[in-house]
């Protein structure tokens, strides 16, 4: 028999592990599978990584996963307690606008945090034969992009890279 508990326990477990692996993959490629212009320094060549076969961009692209799992989890999570939240809201706020003004706020920063990367535009930048974009001369800003949607974000880059 599940109860609350036993399903919050779970959920619980579970979000620590993904949070674990999370913080795992992100060492993985901060420090292991290292990006190209560190790569000339400690190979002394262009060279690829990969560890089960995957390069720094697969290992990315999990890392997103397990997030967007996480962060699904938490919201199970914040469901479960919803009644305990706003029992500890309502008592360490005052009553009248002090509480409606924080929830605007908070609600405002985590919108923004969520959505940040769907509206910022790129620097598109001419990569220099051998050595990376670090090193040589000053980067060349080719063209600034408009915000697009996310579905053709995909379409434009593979425009760029022909």
Request: contains cysteine.
């Amino acid at each position: 028999m599940w109860t609350k508990a036993k399903v919050n326990f779970v959920i619980d477990a579970l979000m620590f592990v993904i949070m674990c692996a999370i913080a795992g993959i992100g060492f993985l490629i901060k420090y292991v599978l290292i990006p190209g212009e560190q790569r000339w320094e400690v190979y002394g060549r262009n060279v690829d990584l990969f560890w089960l076969g995957l390069d720094r961009h697969e290992w990315g692209s999990i890392h997103l996963y397990l997030a967007l799992t996480l962060l699904t989890l938490l919201v199970i999570h914040i469901i479960l307690h919803w009644q305990m939240i706003l029992s500890l809201f309502r008592s360490l706020i005052g009553k009248g606008s002090t509480r409606a003004v924080i929830t605007l706020a908070f609600v405002v920063i985590c919108l923004i945090f969520i959505s940040f990367s769907l509206l910022v535009t790129p620097d598109v930048e001419e990569l220099r034969r051998g050595r990376g974009r670090r090193y040589g001369q000053a980067p060349v800003i080719l063209e600034q992009h408009q915000p697009v949607h996310l579905a053709s974000r995909q379409f434009e880059v593979n425009r760029a890279l022909r």
